[in-house]
């Protein structure tokens, strides 16, 4: 097995910088129903800039909800993302994955591919968020870490129900236990909920975050 | 008059977008919707088979080719993370 990076060795705070203002080289609209714009960025980095909807709730305070959640778990699962302004708009940017291993999982099998305590992990980050909308167009299996890599953290897959995440159900049928490094970062989300009221308008999100960190925490596995 | 959505997937490597089909009704009314694209390709595939979520009315359950235009006014809310991306529904005189 290949031992995964870890951010440090990315430089995560100055990819950080890098998207939040780094100078902008080039950007390309995509085609699409919705407003998102891909940017290349001085020293290289590719990113998504996806514009906040002025007439419902913005994407940037999910997309940056999801990315807090995942630092504070210390998981390393979301790309990295950040607040940007471009002309004037305000939205979220978060980098393009471009490894070359990724697994779009459409298989039915994709899972044979991840370790189980990465699986574990995901499982956990999607059992907090309540994801309702996770399947094979918002995450991808890394097959030369044995990871996954997961995005899309918009706020239909906070605020709506479709399904059970498919990563979640997976686990499930694996009826795995959770590591101490796992069991480590979810100790942290309590806090971190707390520290959050009052900076995102959806407290009932946060309420259901931090109530579902502590069954987790007693329960040492992702419930039925 | 013809109804379409088009699908594309992004290469992360070359930043560029590739469509991979385009989905289509032949009028508003009619409730098949086909593919006009390769085929065979598995997302395409997926998709025609496994359909995709009422997003859109936000009603449980999924939503088919069978579903006509609702099937395909739905395409844009299920394809929106950025790697593969779906646009509005558009019309086409034949």
């Known amino acids: 097995m290949t031992l995964k990076p870890e951010f440090g060795e990315h430089n995560h705070a100055g990819v950080i910088e890098q998207l939040e203002k780094g100078q902008i080289k080039e950007e390309k609209e995509l085609a699409s129903g919705d407003q998102i714009t891909l940017l290349v960025i001085q020293g290289g980095l590719t990113a998504f800039f996806k514009e906040d909807d002025a007439s419902g709730p913005a994407h940037s305070d999910f997309e940056l909800l999801a990315f807090d959640l995942d630092q504070v778990l210390r998981f390393h699962l979301l790309p990295h993302t950040a607040r940007r302004q471009i002309d004037g708009r305000a939205g979220s940017t978060y980098e393009v994955f471009r490894q070359n291993d990724l697994l779009i999982p459409l298989d039915a099998k994709w899972d044979s591919f991840v370790d189980d305590q990465e699986l574990a992990k995901a499982a956990v980050f999607d059992f907090l968020i309540n994801a309702g909308d996770r399947n094979w167009r918002n995450f991808f299996v890394d097959t030369q870490y044995r990871t996954i890599k997961l995005f899309g953290h918009d706020e239909i897959m906070f605020l709506k129900n479709f399904s059970v995440s498919d990563i979640v159900r997976k686990a499930r049928e694996r009826n795995l236990s959770l590591s101490q490094d796992i069991l480590d970062g979810i100790q942290h989300v309590v806090p971190w909920t707390e520290r959050m009221a009052g900076k995102f308008m959806y407290q009932e999100i946060l309420t259901g975050i931090k109530s579902r960190a502590q069954t987790l925490l007693t329960e040492k596995r992702i419930p039925a | ?94």
């Open chain 2, 1 to 94: 008059m013809t109804y379409c959505t088009d699908l594309f997937q992004l290469d992360a490597k070359s930043s560029e977008q590739k469509k991979l089909a385009t989905f289509y009704l032949d009028q508003e009314d009619s409730i098949n919707v086909h593919v006009d694209g390769d085929e065979n390709n598995e997302v395409v595939q997926n998709i025609m088979r496994e359909g995709v979520f009422d997003y859109k009315y936000a009603r449980p359950g999924k939503v088919y080719p069978e579903d006509g235009m609702t099937f395909l006014e739905n395409l844009r809310y299920a394809f929106r993370a950025g790697y593969f991306l779906a646009s509005d529904v558009y019309s086409k005189t034949s």
